[in-house]
Every structure is written in C-alpha cells, then in structure tokens.
Nanobody, 124 residues
Framework: VQLQAFGGGLVQAGGFLRLSCTASGRPVSSYRMGWFRQAPGKEREFVATIARSGSADYYADSVKGRFTISRDNAKNMMYLQLDSVKPDDTAVYYC??????????????????WGQGTQVTVSS
C-alpha cells in the first residue's frame, strides 16, 4: 500500500485545516488507519486512528474534541479535520495503515505503511 498525505499549510491559531491521505496499490478497507505527527526535536506521536469500517475512532487527549478522523473506503481515502488549531499542533503529519487485528493502535509500530508527511504550521 502506498500512502500520500497532503493538505497541510500555514494556518492561524483558532483556524482550521483538512488533511487528506490517498492510498494506492491495494484497497485500504482491510486496514486500520491512523494519523501521527512529529514536531521538530520531538518523537513521532499518535494523533488519531480509525477502524476499518469507520465505526470506531480514537484520539490523543491533546486533540480530542478539536480533530476529527474519517475515511472513505470506496475512494481509498482518509481525512483529518483540524479545528481550533493551536501553535502546539505545528508538526509534520503522517498517515499510516496497519493490520486491523493489532490492538496497540496508538503505537507507531502497529502500522506497516506510511505516507511521506505533510507540514502543518500554526501561527499565533
């Protein structure tokens, strides 16, 4: 599975942004998918994940209530809606896909496939 994330950019604090992740090579309907981010000098951290059918989603506490993950299996796409962004949200955002049966969905090692990342910069 090849993943490509796009939609990042510069946004003011309090604003919104929508990231997209497109998949090719194999249908993603059988994979759990997620978003991670990495800020300069920091480790890659979990942001959100969504089950195969889209029926269940989980978020890091730092983004809960502000970000929304979704997917469209028919289009082989995944999305992350970022609302009420903060300067601390500045990072490179990565989309990922992994086996649905792995339970550690907030661990980057769960995911086998990664996109190249898209930069999100939030100005204060």
């Amino acid at each position: 599975v090849q993943l490509q994330a796009f939609g990042g950019g510069l946004v003011q604090a309090g604003g919104f942004l929508r990231l997209s992740c497109t998949a090719s090579g194999r249908p993603v309907s059988s994979y759990r998918m997620g978003w991670f981010r990495q800020a300069p000098g920091k480790e890659r951290e979990f942001v959100a994940t969504i089950a195969r059918s889209g029926s269940a989603d989980y978020y890091a506490d730092s983004v809960k209530g502000r970000f929304t993950i979704s997917r469209d299996n028919a289009k082989n796409m995944m999305y992350l809606q970022l609302d009420s962004v903060k300067p601390d949200d500045t990072a490179v955002y990565y989309c990922a896909a992994g086996p649905y049966y792995r339970s550690a969905w907030d661990d980057f090692r769960t995911y086998n496939y990664w996109g190249q990342g898209t930069q999100v910069t939030v100005s204060s």
